[in-house]
């Protein structure tokens, strides 16, 4: 019940915080425009009114002072975010190069513009997150997989038989002159590792016994000689928990910091076009960014209405470099050929910008 509630608000906060982007788009078409009086003054600036809206500031004429009208405010936020939304999602979905070259060129009113709706995509997909995924924390922490605890006893059970079969060996190469086994400082380096990796599966078994939430690897002992990070990694060892909640917090507050990363990757690829400016390609990697959590969300609700996960990883493997294409192909004007290799090469930009992200998100968690 709480993660419905958290995911209601955090669609809600979505579209106010993509509508404070365009607070004006769509306003002054809309069915409860202004119900001012003729003649009357800008409540905002002062100016005379010529109509339902302030000609001046934008405002409009006739404004709430009541909780009714919050209620309004919010509900036209997530219900009317943009009228123009509906002309953006189809475009995006099925012809985003024509989209992006016709924000390019001027065709602003129309169309969401590609932060707010980047904005407002955040929001939706860490709000479907939080909704359907409030266990993938603790499933990756706890390992409750049904028999996970007797996989751990089974598999120290053989390391102990291996061990029995080297304790005899040994004993044979002390005392039997026609020993042609393995040497003695051979069986011994074995028993070592065996005896290791019996002490590490009892730890993992008693925690799950014990229900501990600690992780499985054991990461103490892990030392990089930055004394911050290092206290961040023996706090994330004793709470991982905690660590994967600041992590998802992160990813939910610096996700902005996608764009400015990826914009120089894709100016690498035209750097010869002088017609294509560094604001073209931000047009084109917001609206790509915001795709691509709309086919993460997507994904997500087929996998809870039970589409096959076959079908749902052929289109996580197949739709992102279709859709790359055709923005290319669409946004720049290129031929088949000319946009396939870029195709290749911005998937290769892609995943070095997210895996810089992860990165840069994990330093952030464990030395903040």
Request: aromatic letters at 8%.
């Amino acid at each position: 019940m709480t993660g419905d509630i958290e995911a209601a608000a955090d669609i809600a906060t979505g579209a106010l915080v993509g509508r404070a982007v365009e607070p004006k788009a769509g306003d002054a078409y809309g069915p409860h425009a202004g119900h001012g009086p003729d003649d009357a003054l800008c409540l905002n600036c002062g100016t005379r009114l010529l109509g339902e809206h302030c000609h001046a500031c934008g405002q409009s004429a006739h404004v709430h002072r009541s909780l009714g009208g919050i209620g309004h405010e919010i509900a036209h936020g997530v219900f009317h975010f943009e009228g123009k939304i509906w002309r953006t999602l189809p475009l995006l979905t099925l012809h985003p190069g024509t989209l992006t070259r016709r924000y390019v060129n001027g065709e602003r009113a129309r169309f969401v513009s590609p932060l707010a709706l980047f904005l407002f995509t955040v929001f939706l997909m860490f709000a479907t997150i939080g909704a359907v995924g409030g266990e993938l924390a603790d499933t990756i922490v706890n390992d409750e997989r049904p028999g996970a605890t007797s996989d751990y006893a089974r598999e120290a059970g053989k390391a102990r038989a291996a061990l029995a079969i080297i304790d005899e060996q040994r004993t044979a190469a002390t005392s039997d002159r026609a020993y042609s086994g393995p040497s003695i400082a051979e069986l011994d380096q074995r028993a070592a590792a065996l005896r290791t990796t019996i002490r590490a599966l009892g730890v993992a078994t008693d925690m799950k016994r014990g229900g501990s939430h600690g992780p499985v690897v054991d990461l103490r002992d892990f030392k990089t000689g930055w004394e911050r990070l290092d206290h961040g990694i023996a706090k994330a060892n004793e709470n991982p928990g905690l660590m994967i909640y600041k992590l998802q917090t992160s990813a939910y507050k610096y996700s902005w910091g996608l764009i400015p990363l990826s914009v120089p990757f894709l100016a690498l690829l035209f750097l010869w076009r002088r017609k294509h400016h560094l604001y073209d390609h931000a047009i084109f990697v917001t609206y790509s960014l915001a795709f691509m959590m709309l086919l993460t969300i997507a994904l997500i609700l087929g996998h809870l209405v039970g589409v096959p996960d076959a079908t749902l990883r052929l289109a996580a493997v197949v739709v992102p470099p279709v859709h790359m294409f055709g923005q290319l192909r669409g946004a720049y004007s290129l031929r088949k050929r000319s946009a396939a290799w870029r195709t290749v090469a911005l998937l290769t930009f892609a995943f070095t910008v997210l895996l810089a992200f992860i990165v840069l998100l994990l330093l952030h968690g464990l030395t903040d």
